[in-house]
């Protein structure tokens, strides 16, 4: 398994019990072939330019242990959950 580190921005009008479900859903994918080593909420932060019209986000920092599948599966996913404004998924240095 190789370390990765993912971004994951939510619409700010999302309330948090959509948002929470969301990142439930994509720690579950990260679960089945992984582990969830850290989970770093940021909160809402103001965006370098705007994004649909929005002037923030709320981010969450996830740091994580997983196989390839299962960040296909975490960026699929990402891009059709409607609270989920942007995401990104980076390798760490081993």
Same mark, same amino acid.
């Given at each position: 398994m190789r370390k990765y #580190? *993912? !971004?994951?921005?939510?619409y700010p009008d999302a309330d948090e019990e959509k948002r929470e479900k969301a990142l439930d859903r994509l720690k579950a994918i990260i679960d089945k072939d992984g582990k969830v080593t850290n989970v770093d909420e940021?909160?809402?932060?103001k965006l370098a330019y705007l994004i649909e019209?929005? #002037?923030?986000?709320?981010?969450v920092l996830l740091e994580f242990e997983a196989e390839? #599948? *299962? !960040?296909k599966e975490f960026d699929r996913v990402g891009k059709i959950l409607d609270s989920v404004m942007r995401h990104m998924v980076v390798r760490l240095e081993d």
């Open positions: #580190e *993912a !971004i994951v921005m939510f940021w909160g809402n932060r019209y929005y #002037e923030d986000a709320y981010y390839t #599948e *299962a !960040i």
